[in-house]
């Protein structure tokens, strides 16, 4: 029997990167997928690309720093399919390696809208499907700058830090109600959250002085690996956890 066998699964940022490798492994181990990201068409194309392979999913169009679109995210997910067994908040933007100083009102909201309220309004969302059903699994993509504090700029650093406090949060609170909430934390992944970037040139300098101890880069597909192991019976007594995936980087 597959992993995840008729589970419902939402994924956000989802077109491309980890989130597009969580989906696809998702939808092969039998999940029934909700391709979320902020472009409609590219979540579609990912959708299509799971449904070709006899798979079952549906793209989505979503912007998860807009509370009215994520609770329009949730009710479709429970709607086409009828209930919300997994949720994934995939959906995150970097912050161009700003310190302090340089870090606008524009870009601290900017950041913080996307990478921690967008898991917020999911989360909430989702709690009281998942409280109706009496089980459900939450899996949050922060990164190794939510344990440490040298590898983005300050408002990214400060929402992946938060992002893993509500996670255990949510983990202890609801862990006598059958829901479980984890954290992954990957360290460098070959994916294009840094496309068009413009980073701060002083703060990327600083950010990327330890580079040099990281073993390797990692793929997207080995974090949707540590993905399926949270969002599976396979790990049942695990809650409440930060998963490291850095290929042992921060181990120096």
């Known amino acids: 029997m597959k992993k995840l066998e008729n589970k419902i699964a939402v994924v956000t940022g989802a077109a491309s990167g980890m989130g597009?490798?969580?989906?696809?492994?998702?939808?092969q181990e039998g999940a029934k997928v909700i391709v979320v990201d902020q472009v409609g068409a590219d979540a579609e194309i990912v959708a299509e690309g799971i449904r070709a392979k006899g798979g079952h999913a549906i793209g989505l169009k979503c912007d998860v720093s807009d509370e009215e679109q994520v609770k329009k995210?949730?009710?479709?997910?429970v709607?086409?399919?009828?209930?919300?067994?997994?949720?994934?908040?995939?959906?995150?933007?970097?912050?161009?390696?700003?310190?302090l100083e340089k870090v606008s009102d524009a870009l601290w909201n900017k950041v913080l809208a996307v990478?921690?309220?967008?898991?917020?309004?999911?989360?909430r969302e989702a709690i009281s499907q998942m409280l109706k059903q009496g089980k459900g699994v939450m899996i949050h993509i922060a990164s190794v700058g939510g344990i440490n504090g040298a590898r983005a700029g300050l408002a990214y650093t400060t929402s992946k830090h938060a992002l893993v406090g509500m996670s255990k949060n949510i983990g202890f609170m609801y862990a006598k109600k059958g829901i479980r909430s984890n954290v992954i934390a990957p360290g460098g992944v070959n994916t294009n959250i840094m496309k068009d970037a413009k980073p701060d040139e002083e703060g990327a300098a600083l950010c990327s002085s330890g580079a040099g101890s990281m073993p390797r880069m990692g793929e997207p597909e080995e974090?949707?690996?540590?993905?399926l192991f949270l969002a599976s019976d396979d790990s049942s007594?695990?809650?409440g956890e930060v998963l490291t995936a850095d290929g042992g980087w921060t181990a120096y």
């Open 20 to 27: 597009k490798a969580i989906a696809e492994l998702f939808a």
């Open 73 to 77: 995210m949730i009710h479709a997910a």
């Open 79 to 99: 709607i086409e399919f009828g209930a919300l067994d997994i949720l994934v908040n995939n959906a995150g933007i970097m912050d161009n390696f700003m310190p």
């Open 115 to 123: 990478n921690l309220n967008g898991p917020f309004y999911a989360s």
């Open 223 to 227: 974090i949707a690996k540590a993905a």
């Open 237 to 239: 007594f695990v809650n």
